[in-house]
């Protein structure tokens, strides 16, 4: 019952009683002599109005029904809703509850889990120390053993750097005496060896140098032989012990011999007096200035 088409009520009912009273009413109207007495009039009339409000009828009630209809289906719809929403309440009770039941379970494992994560940040910032402290520990050991390498490669560096200048010196000390032998070609033999040794100490950083006769005196390059301060436009005479750098690094300053100014000139003679035998110093011994101490930093 709750369509409209089931509310609908038979019209032909009213209809046909409304066709009949207009009938009746056109009748009297027509059929009755004339002039229409007041009772006819009434009758007329009342028929009229009768079949009028029979003809209305019908729609009137349908109205009515399809009203209550709606008021019916309005209100079922209602309950429908509110059952609905007594379903809803109930669905979001549970909800409600077992939202609680998680946030309480949830609580729990949370700070269990915080628990475990402030366990874990402390073990690893405990590791962290503890692996900085032997990174430390490792770096100074390390940083200690690169230290002792280091002074070992400086002490050998000085020790060889030591051997090779005496053994410069006592080339030098060779080529000298093979100079001052008056033999030539021992000096040359001498020479080509002691360039030789020369080039190959260069090879290694070592330079030795020696003061061109007739060089004026630089005192950052030369050291005068019992003279501590030499005179500004002082002239070097030879050189009795060569000077050496080590990588571009002055290390010793040449040992050399300056000319006396104040001894007079010697004439050379005209003739040359018949040579001694001169006797060649030592291969190995030093300048008479002595030997110079090497000078490294």
């Known amino acids: 019952m709750n369509e409209a088409s089931e509310w ?3 019209k032909w009912p ?27 009039i009434i009758l007329v009339v009342t028929c009229v109005v009768v079949g009028a409000f029979l003809g209305c009828l019908p729609f009137i009630l349908e109205y009515r029904a399809v009203k209550k209809l709606i008021e019916v289906n309005a209100v079922t719809t209602v309950a429908e809703q509110l ?7 109930a669905q ?7 939202w609680a039941r998680v946030q309480e379970t949830t609580k729990g494992n949370a700070d269990k889990t915080v628990g ?45 750097l030591q051997v090779v200048v005496r053994i410069l010196d006592h080339i030098f000390a060779l080529h000298n005496a093979a100079v001052r032998s008056g033999q030539p070609d021992l000096a040359d033999q001498i020479g080509n060896f002691q360039n030789a040794c020369r080039d190959a100490a260069r090879r290694v950083g070592v330079t030795p140098y020696s003061a061109a006769p007739e060089e004026k005196f630089d005192a950052q390059k030369f050291r005068a032989h019992g003279v501590e301060t030499p005179p500004a436009d002082a002239v070097i005479a ?44 030592k291969p190995g011994a030093a300048p008479e200035s002595g030997q110079l101490a090497l000078e490294a930093e």
């Open 14 to 40: 009213f209809l046909t009683a409304y066709v009949v009273l207009h009938v009746v009413a056109g009748v009297i109207a027509v059929k009755m002599p004339h002039p229409i007495s007041q009772t006819e």
């Open 116 to 160: 475990a994560a402030k366990e874990i940040a402390e073990r690893m910032t405990e590791e962290i120390r503890e692996f900085n402290e032997f990174q430390v520990k490792l770096n100074d050991t390390e940083k200690g053993a690169l230290r002792l390498e280091v002074e070992k490669l400086r002490r050998g560096e000085g020790e060889w």
């Open 92 to 98: 979001v009770a549970a909800a409600t509850d077992q």
């Open 8 to 10: 609908k009520i038979a």
């Open 238 to 281: 030879e050189t009795l012990a060569p000077g050496l750098t080590f990588q571009g690094r002055l290390i010793r300053p040449a040992l050399v011999r300056l000319h006396d100014v104040n001894a007079p000139e010697v004439k050379a003679p005209e003739a040359p007096a018949p040579a001694a035998e001169a006797v060649p110093e």
């Open 83 to 89: 059952h609905d929403l007594k379903t809803y309440s």
